[in-house]
C-alpha cells in the first residue's frame, strides 16, 4: 500500500492506495505548520487502514519550497561561481534576479576562465587555482551553498564536475549544486535554476526531515518519496539535492491524478482549489511541458515545469457586490469558519455554488436570502473565467475533453464551452494525492550534438541510456524503466550539424510493485 499526500495552500489532501484500490482520504485544513498539517492527514487515512496492510512508501508533495523562494523565508547564503573567461562578462551572474530576492541569499558571484563551446570544445582552460580563491572567499562571506554554471556545460559538462573536486576539497562544508544536472541548454536561466536549488538547501533539509520525523512518529517505516513537477517522484535523499525539482508539483499531482481517475490520457484538467484554479493539458497521461523560459519567483528558468495556467479563483475566492469582484482575494483554509454556508460572514465561491443550486455543502438556508440576481451574475463570471482559462490552454479550437478536479470544482457548471466532454470523477476532490500515490518515478536528459561527430543513432542512444540511469538514480527499478518521451530538434542555426535531443524515461519504484 502507498500513501499520497499534497499540501496545497488551502488544504492538506492525503490518500491510502493499494495498487489502483482507494482505500482512504482524508482532506483537512493547511496548517501553518506543513508537517503538522500532514501528521494530521496520515493519522485519519492510517485510521482506516486495513488491520494486516503494510504501507510501502509515503508520497508527498508540498508548495513549501516555492512559499519558501516568495516569501525570501529560511533561503540558504548562496554564492554563484560561472566558468566561462573571457565570454559572457556583459551578463554575470543573479544579474535578472529580483534585488530583494538576490539580497536574500547573499548575492555573491564569481567569474573564472573555463567553459565550453556547444560542440563540447574548450573556451578556456579550467583554472583550478582561480576556483580555489573563489572558494576560500566564500568562506569569508559566511556563503553555505554555492551552485557551479558552466557554459554549455548540459554539452561537456567537465569543467563543472573539476570546479566540484576543488571546491569541496577546499571547502568541504559548502552545498554543492552542478547547473548541468538540472537545467537546459540556455546559460542565463539554467544558472538562475542553479543559483534558487542551491538556496533551497537548508529548507530542504529541515523540511524533509521534518516529514520524515512525522511519519516515525506514526509508527511507519515506509520510505518517503518526493513530488517533482513532471509528474514523477524522487527519494528523500535524491529531492534533498534537488528541491528546487518539486516546484510547481502540486498541479502536476492534479493531472496525473485527473488522468488515472478519469482514464483521460489527452485532453484538459481544471484543478479548482480554495484559492486559485489551475489548469493544464494532459498528453499521453503526463502534464504537457512548458516550451519556454519560466518565472519562480521573478527569477527566469529553463528546467522542466508544466505548461499551467494559474488564475486567482476559488471556493474560497471572496465575492465583492457593486461592482461584482471576485477574488483575488481569498479566505483560503478559512473557509469552514468564514464562508456563509459555515456560519461566517464573508460571501466566497462557495457560497455562490450552495446558492445556485450546484453544489450541497454546509447549511444552505444561511444563503438563501442571496440575491438570485447576484448569485446568477456571479455564477456566470465564474463559468467565464474558467472557460477563458481552458481557451488560453488549449493548442487548437478542437472540442477536447475537460476533467474537473479539485474541492472547489463545484464552483464549475455541467457544460464548459470549448469541451468536448466535462467530466467530474469519483474522487477527484483529492486527484492531487492520488496523483502522489500512483506516480512513477522520472529521469530527463537534454543535450546537444553534432551529428558529424557522432551519429544520430549513437546520439539518441546515449541520450536514452542518460536518461534510464537518472530515472534509476531517483529511484526508479531499472527493470520497469521505459522511454515515454523523445524530441529532436535540429539547430540549423549552429553549425556542424547539430541538434537538440531530449529524452524522459519513467519506472516504478525500486522493489515494489504497482499492480
Known sequence: ???????????????????????????????????????????????????????????????????????????????????????????????????????????????????????????????????????????????????????????????????????????????????????????????NAAALNACLGDVAAHTIQGIQDAIRSLGLEAPLYMSQNDGTLMGAEFAARFPVLTISSGPTNSMRGAAFLSSVSDGIVVDVGGTSTDVGALVKGFPREAAVAVSIAGVRTNFRMPDVLSIPLGGGSVIQENPLRIGPDSVGYRLTEEAMVFGGGTLTGTDVAVAGGLAQVGNPALVQGLASSLVEQASLEIQHRIETAIDQVKVSSTDVPVVLVGGGRILAGSSLSGASQVLRPEHGDVANAIGAAIAQVGGQVERVYSLESTSRQEALAEARDEAINKAVAAGAKRDTVEVVEIDEVPLTYLPSNATLVRVKAVGDLAGKSRS
Not at 499526500?5 to 488551502?10: F, L, R
Not at 547573499?106 to 563540447?120: A, I, L, N, R
Not at 573556451?123 to 576560500?136: G, L, M, P, T
Open 1 to 191: 500500500m502507498f500513501i499520497g499526500v499534497d499540501v496545497g495552500g488551502t488544504n492538506t489532501d492525503a490518500v491510502l492506495m493499494d495498487g489502483v484500490n482507494l482505500l482512504a482520504k482524508a482532506k483537512l485544513s493547511t496548517t501553518p505548520d506543513v508537517t503538522e498539517g500532514i501528521v494530521a492527514a496520515l493519522t485519519e487515512v492510517l485510521a482506516q487502514r486495513p488491520s494486516d496492510g503494510t504501507v510501502d512508501g509515503v508520497m508527498v508533495g508540498t508548495t513549501h519550497f516555492t512559499n519558501a523562494l516568495l516569501e525570501r523565508r529560511q533561503l540558504t547564503p548562496t554564492a554563484v561561481i560561472r566558468l566561462c573567461l573571457p565570454a559572457t562578462t556583459l551578463l554575470p551572474p543573479l544579474v535578472d534576479w529580483p534585488g530583494h530576492l538576490r539580497d536574500a541569499i547573499g548575492g555573491f558571484t564569481y567569474m573564472v576562465p573555463g567553459g565550453h563551446e556547444f560542440d563540447g570544445r574548450e573556451i578556456s582552460s579550467f583554472d583550478a587555482s582561480r576556483v580555489a580563491d573563489a572558494a576560500n572567499e566564500m568562506l569569508r562571506q559566511g556563503v553555505r551553498a554555492v551552485a557551479i554554471s558552466g557554459v554549455f556545460s548540459p554539452v561537456n559538462p567537465a569543467h563543472e564536475i573539476e570546479a566540484a573536486a576543488v571546491i569541496s576539497r577546499v571547502a568541504p562544508s559548502l552545498k554543492i549544486t552542478l547547473s548541468h544536472a538540472n537545467g537546459r541548454i540556455g546559460l542565463l536561466e539554467r544558472e
